[in-house]
């Protein structure tokens, strides 16, 4: 057997649509279906002394990758199950489209901001013309896709909305499947306990667009500035391979990478921009406080953390984002102990308790959250407040520290949320944050997109 994977696809076999569009590795298969599928190639020679694998485009060198059975295996997808060169990925194509009846809820109404992008995204796909949606954060990204989403589904393509975080994807399933309360959809991610089968919608991570082949019509990535996404080879090719021939592909983000920026003004890539929140208040501009030597947890700069915690638990519970988690620890463990009267939290990318901890800050029975930039994006939290503890730590990038300033004052009803960066020395990153969401909010007030407050 080649991995646990396999082991998944050979009891779902008998059903061939679940295998329109897929490229898995099959190892047993009944005759009847043998006969209709197309086998891929799982790796092809690109030199005598290399090998590219077909599911991530890794090129691999033959003799560090060769096992004892002198067949070549690829190392950087192996976390997706072993894919070696003596087997062949199992496919079937996609079946042309077919026109049909999508039920559509939803009473929400966009802004005239978000309405010209919602029509640019369906003219882009009736072109089948790529495009970048760059809307600051809360600007309300998902609902700009219900209509492009519903003219997709009604012409009988496929679409895949892929995010690189788990925790994105989430969140986006239950949102969509109340748009669409009777389509199937599929939500694939490493920690998927549902057996995979087939569908015109699936959300996904971006690793898992890898098992798929020539299958969307749509392919929406969101959150494209985010890691694991960025600057991954293999996850582009992914991308690439995912997608049917003509298709239309659209990244969405807030914080644009350079390599993007790079394509607007060369004209290589269709852009929306929209600088300004449905509830047009301007975007919050993060306030900078020193904390010498943040990097030691004294008692003076606890009293500091304190201070400002104080205040702002006033109106709103608290986001404490740090750099690092033996920072969280020693920083809950204080906390909790000056706020013994309020709901102290910590969590972390390897808490076992991650999923329970943001959904108790949801339903705001936590009062202070400390945590990781597991959270600078993807998520919603009603009346917010954030600090930023050592925001002059590499880990802080500039569209770190937008994504983390972006989770305060999302919501219609204003809380007077603020955004605090602690530090002992201002870096580049920290003022291109903090210039990036001023030019957001000049060039809104410029749109007449904004009331003020």
């Not at 993060?286 to 008692?299: A, G, H, M, N, T």
Request: hydrophobic share 40%; net charge positive.
């Amino acid at each position: 057997r080649s991995s646990a994977a396999s082991d998944v696809y050979k009891r779902q076999v008998v059903n061939m649509e679940d295998l329109h569009g897929r490229k898995i590795i099959i190892e047993e298969t009944e005759r009847s279906i043998q006969t209709k599928l197309v086998y891929l190639p799982t790796m092809l020679e690109r030199s005598p002394l290399t090998i590219q694998c077909q599911r991530c485009g890794e090129v691999v060198s033959k003799k560090e990758n060769r096992l004892a059975t002198n067949v070549y295996y690829c190392h950087a997808c192996i976390q997706l199950g072993r894919v070696t060169s003596c087997q062949k990925f199992c496919h079937l194509p996609e079946r042309p489209n077919s026109p049909r009846t999508v039920f559509f809820e939803w009473s929400g109404q966009l802004t005239k901001g978000q309405q010209a992008i919602s029509v640019e995204l369906c003219e882009t796909v009736k072109i089948r013309e790529n495009r970048l949606v760059w809307a600051v954060t809360g600007a309300g990204k998902t609902e700009m896709l219900f209509a492009v989403l519903h003219q997709t589904l009604q012409e009988g393509g496929r679409i895949a909305l892929a995010s690189p975080r788990v925790d994105v994807c989430l969140e986006l399933f239950p949102r969509i499947q109340a748009v669409f309360p009777h389509e199937a959809i599929a939500l694939l991610h490493g920690n998927s306990q549902e057996p995979y089968r087939y569908t015109k919608l699936v959300i996904c991570t971006t690793h898992q667009l890898l098992k798929f082949h020539q299958a969307f019509d749509l392919l929406i990535v969101d959150e494209v500035d985010s890691f694991p996404f960025v600057n991954n080879e293999h996850l582009y090719y992914g991308v690439r391979n995912a997608r049917k021939k003509r298709s239309s592909l659209v990244y969405l983000t807030a914080t644009p990478t350079k390599e993007l920026r790079k394509l607007l003004q060369q004209k290589k890539l269709a852009a929306s921009i929209l600088p300004a929140r449905y509830h047009r208040r301007p975007l919050p501009v993060p306030r900078r406080f020193w904390v010498q030597s943040w990097q030691r947890i004294s008692s003076k700069n606890i009293k500091i953390i304190a201070h400002h915690l104080k205040r702002l638990l006033v109106r709103n519970s608290v986001l404490l984002f740090c750099p690092s988690i033996s920072l969280i620890h020693q920083l809950h463990a204080l906390i909790a102990q000056r706020f013994s009267d309020k709901e102290v939290v910590a969590v972390y990318g390897s808490d076992e308790l991650r999923l329970e901890k943001v959904q108790a800050m949801r339903q705001q029975k936590t009062d202070i959250l400390i945590t990781t930039t597991i959270l600078e994006r993807g998520v919603t939290f009603d009346a917010v407040s954030v600090i930023v503890y050592g925001a002059n730590h590499r880990v802080f990038t500039s569209s770190t520290l937008v994504q983390i300033a972006g989770r305060v004052d999302r919501r219609q009803e204003f809380n007077y949320g603020e955004v605090l960066f602690l530090h002992d020395g201002e870096t580049r990153d920290m003022k291109e944050a903090i210039r990036q969401i001023k030019q957001m909010n000049r060039l809104a007030s410029k749109r007449g997109m904004l009331d003020g407050l």
